[in-house]
């Protein structure tokens, strides 16, 4: 099966997977346990996914989506190791396990959607600030150096702020589950 793919739906899927992969191996890792294993599975979820990339209607979808592949790849996986004893589950209860994580990756969706346009709105420092505290190496001891405050000021700073995002959060999914 040969399928022609321009550069920017290679791109586009590249960094919907890359974003959404933390999600897609946590709904592996829920059923399958050894490292080496859940790395195949995604490795198998990846291609197929890029495989079947242009049935995906809703990018926002992509997670979901994702993890109903996993969830066939898993099934498989599980159904090529059958021979080791060791390694099988009920299938009605990789069939529980499985849903219930899909509607855990639908709803860690839809809160990071809402975690980004939150971050929209905050004023430019404050959002800079956050992310700044977030990245690789960054430690509170630097940012606070750098920033002129006491480490115990940027700590509460940054509580405040989290406590409004995740405010701005809980307050968005409600309004989109219709509950005021």
Known sequence: MSQSYSE????TFI?????????IRASIRAVIW???DIDEIL???SIVAWQKFNTLIERDGFAVWACVIARYEILKFKRDKVRDRLFELDPDITEKIMIEGEQEVSLS????NQLDRCLEHLPQKR??????SYRSG???KSLAETLGKSQDGLYQLLKRIRLELKL?????????????
Do not use: F
């Open 34 to 36: 050894q490292q080496e």
């Open 15 to 23: 960094s919907l997977l890359t974003r959404h992969e933390p999600v």
């Open 127 to 132: 959002r800079e600030l956050i992310l700044t």
């Open 168 to 180: 701005c959060i809980d307050r968005q999914m409600n309004i989109e589950d219709g509950i005021t």
């Open 8 to 11: 920017d739906q290679h791109q």
């Open 138 to 140: 960054c430690s509170i």
């Open 43 to 45: 490795q198998r979820v």
């Open 109 to 112: 969706s839809r809160r990071i």
